[in-house]
């Protein structure tokens, strides 16, 4: 069975404290991959929202003070109670407050995954990568050493998005090479696809690199059939369609064009 069916079947509870960009977008798209959204980011109630989640998935993009002791008081509470939490660290290394707030959550917080784009990922181990704002500009650089020297690092799963997508834990390293470019002209697609992250974690059982690499893969050719069905129309169709893919593409579709390449 695909992890994807497992999604769809168990509907896990996916708890985010996301940035105001991508909420809206985020819950839909879980909505359409099967999965259960949950925003809640009051600190009155954050640790109980963690504990009763399949996943928690933590989202730095528009930060702010009430929102990181949010993210501490979900992830530890997560941590105390077996749930895998997911970082995306939105535009690390762009601003010396985000590399701090992300060198603070990954020291407080045992993570299951990060995924970001180059420049995050390369922020979080040290490595120099430029960055324009939350989007990753030019770098030179291995991605596939920067994502299995972070997964070293947290003890976690590290991902690194962009034409391909990296996905290593330390031992194995995934690259799967689904996806489209116009996946960078909507805003969120990044920030979706954490979350898509946590719900694969979510169903993943001990094989979770597996898991996530098919989650990606899965997300990227969701991305390809919506690009062909409204091909010449714009991101605004595309975003739409994209929504339809998650929902009503078939496992049996995803796997006839899914690329995922096992690297070690
Ligand atoms: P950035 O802000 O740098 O765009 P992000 O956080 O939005 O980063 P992306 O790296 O854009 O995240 O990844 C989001 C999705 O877009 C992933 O599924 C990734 O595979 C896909 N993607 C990004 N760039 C391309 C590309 N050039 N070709 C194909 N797919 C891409
Ligand atoms: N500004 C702050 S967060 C955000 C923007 C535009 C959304 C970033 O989303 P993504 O998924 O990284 O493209
Ligand atoms: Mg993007
Ligand atoms: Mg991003």
Redesign the pocket.
Known sequence: MTYLSKVREQNPLIHNIT????ANFSANGLLALGASPFMADSHEEVEDVAQMAAAVVL????LNEYAIQSMLLAGKSANRHGVPVVL?P??AGATAFRTEVTARLTREIKLAALR??AAEVANVVGRAWSSK???AGEGEGDVVSIAEEAATKLGSIAIITGKDDVIADGNSTYIVSNGHPIL?K?????????AVVGAFLAVAGEAKAEAVAEGISFYGVAAELAYELTEGKGPGSFQTEFLNQLAVLTPERFLERSRIARHR
């Open positions: 940035n105001i960009v991508v989202n730095i993009g528009t995306d939105v535009g970001g784009n704002g939350v989007d960078t909507v805003t969120g697609t990044g920030c979706l696809l954490s």
